[in-house]
């Protein structure tokens, strides 16, 4: 049975650190692997997809990575800021089912 | 515009009520999910569909029954809601095609509270 670990489970940094959010998963017969961001009380924005063949993607300052044959994908957020404030969770598409398993969050605060 | 909606955005029930929860969608997406959140269990498959005619459950399903009305709709109910389905509820769509791969877009959430 896939499961999807994000370690830490919460994490508060000065402004202007560089950071990175960690994403484990057990099984590497996945798909794609998604980074979401969710504000308290709202729904979840997608911030990166990585296809199963893809070694990263990045947007603006954010990159993720994926090393399927170590079951790890990292978020690098540079330069963060208070704005980047909100829960990170990281979901992995399994093969053949097509089914979305979800972490269970890194909960970010960046201080001004 | 919103892509994928949601309503109601809140709603507060008593045990034993049916309930349903109702979310469309302007993306175009054949496929289709419902989810649960709950404080640190993270989200978790309730139910999905990948088109009109095909209904597939989730990890969760007991206690909910869904309706795809149309490939935009999908409705999730709670025959006979009971306390443990206070919960955080997200519908999401997606797409399985070269350009979007299976990449999931949520819908702001319906708050449930069953007393």
């Known amino acids: 049975k896939q499961e999807v670990t994000q370690i830490p489970a919460a994490l508060s940094v000065p402004e202007g650190e560089n950071l990175v959010l960690n994403c484990s998963f057990t099984?590497?017969?996945?798909?794609?692997l998604q980074w979401f961001r969710q504000d308290p009380g709202k729904g979840l924005t997608s911030l990166l997809l990585?296809?199963?063949?893809?070694r990263e993607q990045t947007s603006g300052r954010l990159n993720a990575s994926l090393d399927k044959s170590s079951g790890r994908s990292t978020l690098y957020i540079a330069a963060s800021q208070p704005g980047d404030s909100a829960t990170y969770l990281c979901?992995?598409?399994?093969?053949?089912?097509?089914?979305?398993?979800f972490g269970t969050g890194t909960r970010l605060k960046v201080l001004a | 515009d919103a892509d994928v909606t949601q309503t109601p955005r809140n709603r507060i029930t008593k045990t034993g009520k049916r309930i349903m929860l109702e979310c469309s969608q302007t993306k175009g997406h054949d496929r289709m999910y419902w989810y649960r959140q709950d404080p640190g269990l993270g989200l978790r498959l309730i139910y999905y569909?990948?088109?009109?005619?095909?209904?597939n459950k989730g990890e969760i399903s007991d206690g909910y029954s869904v309706s795809r009305q149309a490939q935009a709709k999908f409705s999730l109910s709670l025959e006979s809601a009971i306390p443990n389905q206070t919960a955080l509820y997200f519908c999401?769509?997606?797409?399985?095609?070269?350009?979007?791969?299976?990449?999931?877009?949520f819908g702001p959430g319906t708050r449930l509270t069953v007393l």
């Open positions: 099984d590497s017969a996945i798909y794609n």
């Open positions: 569909s990948f088109d009109v005619k095909d209904i």
């Open positions: 999401a769509t997606s797409d399985n095609n070269y350009i979007s791969y299976n990449e999931q877009f």
């Open positions: 979901a992995v598409l399994l093969s053949g089912t097509y089914k979305y398993i």
């Open positions: 990585i296809q199963s063949s893809q």
